[in-house]
Nanobody, 114 residues
């Protein structure tokens, strides 16, 4: 199983980025897919998840600004991030889980700075 996250970079406050997570070895539709982030000196935290039924859940800090979506055919999960703030700066990780099985991808760095 591999989860390949991409799309990070440097963006100014108020800008947008779209992260992509490409999955191989699993059926995305059968897993709860999520994005997490870890800022320097802080613990990893939940950003957003999407269930097998398509229900979504967001951290309060990103509600209304971030949108998680899934392309089952392409085996990809996306995180559209709008109105980015400096406090969104972190390494963003993709995660898949199904029952007791859990998989993490490598992170992609998002830096929000002027």
């Amino acid at each position: 199983v591999q989860l390949q996250a991409s799309g990070g970079g440097l963006v100014q406050p108020g800008g947008s980025l779209r992260l992509s997570c490409a999955a191989s070895g699993i059926i995305v539709l059968n897993h709860v897919m999520g994005w997490y982030r870890q800022a320097p000196g802080k613990q990893r935290e939940l950003v957003a998840t999407i269930t097998t039924g398509g229900s979504t859940n967001y951290a309060d800090s990103v509600k209304g600004r971030f949108t998680i979506s899934r392309d089952n055919a392409q085996k990809r999960v996306y995180l559209q991030m709008n109105s980015l703030k400096p406090e969104d700066t972190a390494v963003y990780y993709c995660k898949a889980n199904r029952g007791s099985y859990m998989y993490w991808g490598q992170g992609t760095l998002v830096t929000v700075s002027s």
